[in-house]
Each structure stands twice: as C-alpha cells, then as structure tokens.
C-alpha cells in the first residue's frame, strides 16, 4: 500500500508540473503579444517654433489615445517614446539615437525640416523609418532614402504661391521675410518661389532675411520691408514671429497684402498673438478650416475637447501621420519594410476625404487650401487639387 500510494503522489506531481509548465509557457506568451509597440516622436518642443511642435505631438497622441483604447495593434498598445529636438541638428541627431537605442519601430519627425534632413542618414544606416508630417524642404525630394512625409514638399507648392501673389491677390512686387534658423524649409522655399514668381511676371522679390535665434527685432524688419514699398509681403516663420511682424507692419501703418507660409498661418498662435493686425492675412495649406467631412467634424471635436485649442494644420497632419505610420505596423513588424508598407498602399484618405498620394521617394501630393483670416476666423477660399509628382 505504501509504494501504490507513493507512485500515486508522484503522478499527481508530475501532472501539476505539466500544468504549471504549460500555464508559463502560455503566460509568456500573452506578456509577449501583449507587449508595446514602441514609436519614437522627434519634435520642437521647446521656444517660440514649439507652438507648432505642441500641435504635432496633440495630434498624434491623440490618435495613439483611440488606437489603443480601441485595442491596439494585435493586441499590443502603441508606447510613444517623445523627444525634444529644440529645433537643432545636433540635439535631433543626439535624441533619434536614443530612441533608435530604446528600440523604436520607427520615429515620426521632425517638425522642421532642418532637423529631419540632419537625420535621414542616421536613419539610412539604421534602416529605420522617419516619417514627417510636417517637413517640406525640397532637399529631400526624389531621394530613395528611409524618409516619408505626408506634407506638400515646397519645391511643389511653391509654383501655387506664386500663382496665388500674382493672380489672386495680383501683386507685382513682394518683400519675402524667412528665417534663417530654420534654412532647409524657409530658404528652399524662397528660393523657389522667387524662380517662379519672376518666371510668372513678377518683379524680382526683396530678399529680408533675419534669425530668430539672433537678437530679433521686429521694428528693424518692419523698416527694411516699408523702405523698399513693396504691394505685398510673403512671412516665412513660425506662427510668433509671424504674428509680430505682421503687428508692427500694422502699427506702422502698411496696408501691404500679406501672406504667411504654412509653418506660421494654420497655427492657432497666430491669431492669438496677431489679433486684429492678422486680418485679411492668406496662406495655403494643407488644411481645410471648413471641411465638412464626417471625419473633420469628429476630429476637430475631439482635438478641442482635449486640447482647450482649436485644431490646426499641424495638429491634423500629427494625427494623419500617426494613422499612416500605424496603418504600416499592422502589416509588417519589420522596421526596415515600413516605408514598402506605405508605398506600397500608395494612396491614404486624410481627415478631410481626400486622398494623400504617395511615391516611390516618399514624397507627397495633396489637395492645398487658399486660406484666409476673416473676424478672427480661418476661412477657406480656395482648392487647389494635387500636383503631379516630379519622376
């Protein structure tokens, strides 16, 4: 009885192994499935340009936020991993290594373009994907690199500027005012539309560059632009800097047309900080104020609930981006097939039903919007329907 009792106990034993073994095995591999998805964010959240940056990162977080609430990807959260670049190469390149250590899938960013293009070969080499939905430097067009954006790159708008200075707001003369802190973006801007624009008919446009990060001084720019008496001014910078120059124009008396690049315009900061000078003040962007699709409508619901600010350009391609990248990882966990993923697809729906057209180079074509400041408002005036890509 004592052995038949003992071989009893030993079978129980070897059994409640057996299940504890295999309860493991299973634990670890719901841990593992259930495991973040970890997503690196690289942006300027840090001085004046940050207002923008703050709007990327809302909307983005924001559609991480209804990712995961509706179950992640497989089952697995998205973890976003969020840096500050503070607007320099240096510190882009010195926070994209720490996330690339902290084992990203890959990096939405950044919000400017001269950081992003002192990090696509950090990302070439670490075949890791940068995706901007901001960044529109045409230094990076047509480069087969590990680089999408989902933003007009300038080289492409820049032919819609100048067509909307010379026919819509019929101006023959210009001052263009950029800044140099941000080179890759505000100078291949200018340069481009100044080719246009003179190819259009226009004059040759007055050069007034400054640096923000110098000692700026919105009087001095103020008095070059009203010595040369031009019929219109072109500000490219951020929504700050924008708004006090346009201020010191106003209270200087010009009555000069002004329009603002994207980087500055769509931004809620520029009305706040531009009042009343801002009227009447036109852009193009990405960007459709008066969109009625169902998807803006419930977007820009959202945004202002959890945010307390209207929702701009730069928050709606935060969130656009954020979907794109996400839509990526569900097919493929694979760092280094995410941009196939994307060019693959080709074609993406932004929030305002229109498509967002991708290429082989991961640059982007899409529908741009003629914009204007009326009674403190946003309104849109205009549609351009998208460019074609060049080969």
Same mark, same amino acid.
């Given at each position: ?17 057996? !299940? ?17 998805? /970890? ?20 909307? !983005? ?21 969020? /840096? ?12 994209? =290594? ?73 101006? =023959? ?10 080179? +890759? ?9 100044? =080719? ?16 923000? /990060? ?6 001095? !720019?103020? =008095? ?10 072109? !500000? ?36 706040? +900080? ?10 193009? @962007? ?50 280094? /097939?995410?941009?196939?993923?994307? &060019? ?11 498509? &967002? ?7 982007? @074509? ?8 009326? +009674? ?16």
């Amino acid at each position: 009885m004592k052995i038949v009792f003992g071989r009893q106990i030993s079978s129980l034993s070897i059994g409640f192994i057996i !299940i504890i073994a295999v309860l493991i095995f299973w634990v670890h591999q719901y841990n593992q499935e259930k495991e973040p998805i /970890k997503v690196g964010l690289s942006i300027t959240l840090t001085g004046r340009p940050s207002t923008f940056g703050v709007h990327v990162r809302n909307g !983005i977080t924001l559609a991480q936020n209804q990712l995961n609430q509706a179950g992640g990807i497989g089952g697995r959260p998205i973890e976003l991993i969020i /840096k500050d670049d503070k607007g320099k190469p240096e510190q882009a390149l010195r926070v994209d =290594q720490e996330l690339l250590d902290a084992g990203v899938a890959a990096i939405i960013g950044h919000s400017l373009s001269t950081p992003t293009v002192a990090s696509v070969p950090l990302m070439n080499n670490n075949r890791r994907l940068l995706i901007s939905p901001t960044a529109s430097t045409a230094d990076l067009s047509g480069s087969d690199d590990f680089f999408i954006r989902i933003t007009t790159p300038v080289d492409i708008k820049a032919p819609s500027l100048a067509t909307l200075a010379l026919d819509k707001l019929e101006l =023959q003369t210009i001052a263009v005012v950029y800044d140099l802190s941000n080179p +890759n973006y505000t100078v291949s801007l200018f340069r481009y539309f100044k =080719q246009e624009f003179e190819e259009l008919g226009g004059q040759p446009p007055i050069a007034t560059p400054f640096n923000s /990060k110098d000692n700026f001084s919105a009087p001095k !720019i103020v =008095q070059k632009i009203i010595s040369a008496d031009p019929e219109g001014v072109f !500000i490219i910078s951020n929504a700050i800097h924008a708004a006090m120059i346009t201020q010191h124009l106003r209270s200087a008396g010009s009555k000069v047309k002004i329009i603002v690049s994207q980087w500055g315009f769509p931004d809620p900061a520029f009305i706040k +900080n531009g009042g009343n000078a801002v009227e009447g003040a036109v852009s193009l @962007a990405e960007f459709n104020a008066e969109s009625n699709s169902k998807s803006f409508i419930k977007l820009k619901a959202e945004y202002e609930h959890h945010f307390g600010s209207p929702i701009g350009s730069a928050s709606q391609r935060g969130y656009e981006v954020a979907q794109i990248l996400f839509s990526a990882l569900s097919e493929t966990e694979d760092p280094a /097939k995410l941009k196939a993923a994307i &060019i693959r697809r080709k074609v993406f729906e932004s929030v305002d039903g229109n498509p &967002i057209i991708i290429d082989d180079f991961g640059d982007v @074509a899409r529908t741009l919007y003629i914009l204007e400041i009326k +009674n403190r408002k946003i309104r849109t005036t205009g549609r351009i329907e998208p460019r074609a890509l060049k080969n």
